[in-house]
């Protein structure tokens, strides 16, 4: 046997903290085919806060018409009980959805772009450069108001569409979100297409081409087991915050194919394995998704959303 | 939301190259509930060298009564094809088994001793001081005939009897074969309960501790998903070879509640995502599982081995 070519070891680090954000009242449910109910998203927003989460991505502020599922935004967003150390965030397509979200208390902004002109035209129907200069408005008004600003790039490591994603592309926005002042990069690996050598080395080259010290997010979706391996590979180049959504649910209504989120109970055992302490409690985050898969399971069908997409395009995200 | 400690990122490294080992007649058969045939062996051996397998661990050299499923072992061996380029290896619980091993014409023995003492104790029926006594005696033998070996380390990242493994027991074997003059180290995820923080740290630690350049190898059961991770840990740590076996069979007779082996076929598309070059055939590789899992299927049961178990200890391998 050809005992293995010989090489120099890595130098790993390990982050002294790191944020597990929910993600399943939006992206979670944004493709789901039944509707959940306002009081049926509080009671689930309640049950992960008492599951000890504390970063709640509820909903986005889109036209209701795109993505019915999610057309209560304002109500839900209005409603959210205020629990000392918990932060919701939510989507923003625009300014007139930066605007809605103020109005209903939201203190965090999610912007997005996609790194594909094809998925961002299919997602946003307009092209990356006029999202990019929207989304310059948002985050100036946003920075003004005193709101956190994530800026999410959707497609990064691979479009439904375009096959592969030139990291030149993600790197461009990234730098353009940092331009305009954001808190925080996030790469989304929309259709779970990534593997932790690409992973590794787009966030290495994000964080060298940004200013020191932005920090990084992961938005994974998992097609093939890959997902915390890449959880891993993204701690290694200097992520610390991750979007999951519990029991992997997800997926991305313009991006035919992809497969559910990073399951929120699967990474938080993962990485309290790995020495962190996520706070989260696992029993109880257990009876919050059979909760919810219950009134998924009983809701009333969607199909508005569903039959326009065939025919026009949209707003919202991946 | 906070948005989480930034750190330095750590430099990743590529091997050139990495190795992949089929195991699958080994690990993957001897905790088998059916037998399968030298006949059929053979005939899968051959269809994982036609999938461009290169590197096949065949067998255990095992009193036969130990592990009845792979009590063929002398006449499997003698009959094995000869392919240019093609490496056979064997388990070596002792110098009897050595003896037998290098009778049949097996070029590349594997030395195991469990890191825990009561699964070594279950496994082999000694101490490990015991064991490495006669291993030592098996490696320089093994040295004077020219036969390559590696060594191998049983529940190195966690025992079914004992839990966590000190690390400083893992190293302690390690050191010891390195000093047999051993070709390669190998540390075995016995029971599947290694995250690859761990993985890295202890392969890490492991590369400190040895000769430089000594080649590390990584054999994985995957029980939470977390072996691809760990994978791309130990490639991270410096090691280039992986254990692998079809269709993630086998287990550990000995280690209650062992899962399965990495898939071979998971491992393969993983490191081919990541620019590896295996030249394995992965619709060849399923064609020869599925004749595999037929035969599996079809077998007669073993019975012997089962019973055995329960009263009395013996020699194999996890």
Same mark, same amino acid.
């Given at each position: 046997?050809?005992?293995?070519?010989?090489?120099?070891?890595?130098?790993?680090?390990?982050?002294?903290?790191?944020?597990?954000?929910?993600?399943?009242?939006?992206?979670?449910?944004?493709?789901?085919?039944?509707?959940?109910?306002?009081?049926?998203?509080?009671?689930?927003?309640?049950?992960?806060?008492?599951?000890?989460?504390?970063?709640?991505?509820?909903?986005?502020?889109?036209?209701?018409?795109?993505?019915? %599922?999610?057309?209560? *935004?304002?109500?839900? !967003?209005?409603?959210? /009980?205020?629990?000392?150390? =918990?932060?919701?965030? +939510?989507? #923003?397509?625009?300014?007139?959805?930066?605007?809605?979200?103020?109005?209903?208390?939201?203190?965090?902004?999610?912007?997005?772009?996609?790194?594909?002109?094809?998925?961002?035209?299919?997602?946003?129907?307009?092209?990356?450069?006029?999202?990019?200069?929207?989304?310059?408005?948002?985050?100036?008004?946003?920075?003004?108001?005193?709101? %956190?600003?994530?800026? *999410?790039?959707?497609? !990064?490591?691979?479009? /439904?569409?375009?096959?592969? =994603?030139?990291?030149? +592309?993600? #790197?461009?926005?990234?730098?353009?979100?940092?331009?305009?002042?954001?808190?925080?990069?996030?790469?989304?690996?929309?259709?779970?297409?990534?593997?932790?050598?690409?992973?590794?080395?787009?966030?290495?080259?994000?964080?060298?081409?940004?200013?020191?010290?932005?920090?990084?997010?992961?938005?994974?979706?998992?097609?093939?087991?890959?997902?915390?391996?890449?959880?891993?590979?993204?701690?290694?180049?200097?992520?610390?915050?991750?979007?999951?959504?519990?029991?992997?649910?997800?997926?991305?209504?313009?991006?035919?194919?992809?497969?559910?989120?990073?399951?929120?109970?699967?990474?938080?055992?993962?990485?309290?394995?790995?020495?962190?302490?996520?706070?989260?409690?696992?029993?109880?985050?257990?009876?919050?998704?059979?909760?919810?898969?219950?009134?998924?399971?009983?809701?009333?069908?969607?199909?508005?959303?569903?039959?326009?997409?065939?025919?026009?395009?949209?707003?919202?995200?991946?």
């Amino acid at each position: 046997m050809q005992m293995g070519t010989v090489f120099q070891a890595s130098t790993a680090v390990w982050p002294s903290q790191i944020t597990l954000v929910d993600v399943t009242p939006r992206d979670g449910l944004q493709d789901a085919d039944t509707f959940v109910t306002t009081e049926q998203k509080l009671a689930f927003i309640n049950a992960l806060i008492e599951s000890g989460v504390r970063h709640i991505e509820v909903t986005s502020f889109m036209h209701p018409k795109w993505i019915p %599922q999610l057309a209560d *935004a304002d109500t839900l !967003a209005s409603r959210l /009980p205020r629990v000392p150390g =918990v932060t919701y965030s +939510a989507l #923003i397509p625009n300014m007139r959805g930066y605007e809605r979200a103020h109005t209903a208390g939201i203190a965090e902004v999610v912007l997005v772009v996609s790194a594909s002109e094809s998925h961002n035209k299919a997602n946003l129907n307009r092209s990356i450069d006029a999202s990019l200069h929207q989304l310059t408005e948002v985050a100036t008004r946003a920075k003004a108001d005193g709101i %956190q600003v994530r800026g *999410a790039i959707a497609t !990064a490591f691979g479009c /439904p569409f375009e096959g592969a =994603v030139a990291p030149e +592309a993600v #790197i461009r926005i990234a730098q353009a979100y940092a331009t305009m002042g954001v808190d925080q990069v996030s790469l989304a690996d929309t259709i779970g297409v990534g593997n932790p050598r690409q992973i590794y080395t787009l966030f290495t080259q994000i964080r060298t081409e940004l200013p020191a010290n932005m920090p990084l997010a992961a938005h994974l979706h998992d097609r093939s087991g890959y997902a915390l391996a890449n959880v891993f590979a993204a701690l290694q180049a200097g992520v610390t915050s991750f979007d999951a959504a519990v029991g992997g649910l997800g997926g991305c209504p313009y991006a035919p194919g992809a497969p559910g989120n990073l399951s929120l109970e699967a990474l938080t055992a993962y990485v309290e394995a790995m020495g962190f302490n996520t706070e989260i409690s696992l029993p109880k985050l257990a009876s919050a998704r059979q909760q919810l898969l219950n009134d998924l399971a009983h809701g009333e069908p969607v199909t508005s959303g569903h039959s326009m997409r065939q025919t026009e395009t949209a707003s919202h995200h991946s």
